[in-house]
């Protein structure tokens, strides 16, 4: 006899009750309306993109969380003798004896080989789970380029994946609404992103702050540090402040090769606390050396001038530290936290100049926003903020006693649907109580009974199982009633 497998699902993933998915998919319908309404429009990519569209998009941190897919399941099989001594870091003895140990049926030796992950990756992986949505929109924009009119609005909800250590509100597999323009350089673009979140998070009543930074500052910094070629580390290391605090950035930062005298350039920036106006004057006086850092300063300021006369009701503030450690970031950077729920970061974005370049289609700048949904709906459920309507099922559930009052509230059943109120019919005649039961259990506010007395009379007894109050009214003026 076969065992049982004991189902279950990889880590970092989750299955979906339909009361979160109504929840789900109330977050989803209410930022893609908004979407909708400043203009955007959908598009779709593949869950899956040529690694090479992939890999050194992320830094050398996202590259490791990359899923690689295999070329077919037998894919290892391919890889030659030869092939293999190639993979082999060092090659040489090492790779020699390796081989031997492979020829061998891998019998023990005294030389350890030493695999070249990525090398080997490559030889039997040409795809990746994509991990994010705006790579692929970066390459979606250079395929289509002849089809897409200049600057082009997108918006995109899918799933998206990475490689990363389950944790409470990170997964492996999460979905991203994602929001973006390309082919301007306006920051009107930018203020409209703010607008977007600011409008988004008002409809689901959560209090956020928006927090900005520019990337030419970071670059900027960066320099009069006397580090310009360190911005990766440097950002990378800024991006785990609120995580591991100061002194473990500091220490990241000396351990990659900054000095203790550059690093004493970063730390107030860092540290300092004031108003948006403050900030900039602080940032513009450290960075004034800087050309690419002046320039930043100047957008920074340009874009809160807007969003002043815009009237953001969210908080919306200058944050030096922030970084977001993505290399194609190079202008505005965004990060939205929840002011009211402890979690990281719900939303996230910034401007990109060079990302088509990589595609071949240089000079083209972009930027967007992405909405983690996942985390949103972690918020939302722990505020107690989601709508009733929104979350909720079935309305009405009819009962069914027989074949004769099921006959009997087939055209009810139609009337409540055309009206936009969703509704079933109990499938099997039983008895009423477990008919109760079942709509308790569905969380169904409204039983409709309708017997013997009630088909003979032409009505209906319509009970609300919130209240418990039955009444009973003709069957023609149901579908008001429970209007």
Not at 117 to 146: I, M, W
Not at 255 to 268: C, N, Q, R, T, Y
Not at 399 to 421: C, F, H, V
Request: proline share 4%; charged share 25%.
């Amino acid at each position: 006899m076969a065992q049982v497998q004991k189902p279950s699902i990889p880590k970092g993933t989750r299955d979906f009750t339909p009361e979160q998915m109504a929840g789900r998919n109330y977050i989803f319908d209410t930022v893609k309306s908004v979407f909708k309404k400043f203009g955007y429009k959908p598009i779709e990519t593949p869950s899956m993109e040529n690694l090479s569209t992939l890999l050194g998009k992320y830094g050398e941190e996202g590259d490791k969380l990359l899923f690689k897919v295999l070329n077919s399941g037998d894919a290892f099989s391919k890889i030659s003798i030869q092939d293999f001594q190639m993979l082999i870091v060092g090659g040489g003895e090492r790779a020699s004896v390796a081989s031997e140990q492979v020829s061998a049926g891998g019998e023990s030796c005294n030389a350890t080989p030493v695999i070249n992950s990525n090398a080997l990756s490559l030889k039997v992986c040409e795809k990746g789970l994509r991990y994010d949505l705006t790579v692929p929109f970066a390459r979606y924009v250079v395929q289509h380029r002849s089809e897409i009119t200049f600057p082009f609005k997108r918006y995109q909800i899918q799933p998206v994946w990475r490689a990363d250590r389950p944790q409470k509100g990170r997964y492996r597999e999460f979905y991203q609404c994602d929001v973006d323009v390309i082919g301007s350089r306006s920051l009107l673009n930018e203020l409209e992103l703010v607008q977007i979140v600011d409008e988004v998070f008002g409809i689901f009543g959560i209090n956020v702050c928006i927090k900005i930074n520019n990337r030419k500052i970071l670059s900027g910094l960066a320099e009069v540090m006397g580090f310009p070629e360190k911005l990766v580390e440097i950002t990378i290391a800024m991006d785990k402040i609120d995580k591991i605090g100061l002194e473990a950035v500091k220490e990241e930062m000396l351990s990659d090769g900054v000095d203790e005298k550059g690093f004493s350039i970063l730390e107030p920036v860092l540290t300092f606390s004031g108003t948006a106006e403050e900030k900039l004057s602080l940032i513009s006086n450290v960075v004034n050396d800087s050309e690419t850092g002046r320039k930043g300063v100047d957008e920074l300021k340009t874009l809160f001038d807007l969003i002043a006369k815009a009237g953001i009701s969210q908080k919306v503030e200058v944050d030096l530290s922030l970084a977001r450690g993505l290399n194609y970031y190079t202008g505005a950077i965004f990060e939205v936290k929840a002011l009211d729920f402890a979690i990281g970061s719900i939303c996230g974005g910034g401007r990109y100049d060079n990302l088509t370049g990589i595609f071949g289609l240089p000079d083209v700048s972009g930027v967007g926003i992405s909405f983690g949904a996942d985390r949103i709906y972690d918020v939302l459920l722990g505020l107690d903020k989601f709508p009733k309507e929104a979350i909720g099922g079935t309305k009405v559930l009819l009962s069914n006693m027989d074949e004769i009052s099921a006959e009997y509230l087939l055209p009810l059943a139609q009337s409540l649907r055309k009206k936009g109120i969703s509704c079933e019919l109990y499938p099997d005649s039983a008895k009423l109580k477990k008919q109760f039961e079942y709509a308790e259990k569905n969380h169904i506010p409204f039983l409709v009974i309708a017997g013997e007395t009630e088909v003979a009379n032409n009505t209906v007894n319509i009970k609300n199982l919130e209240t418990g109050n039955q009444t009973t009214v003709p069957l023609a003026e149901a579908p008001a009633f429970l209007s």
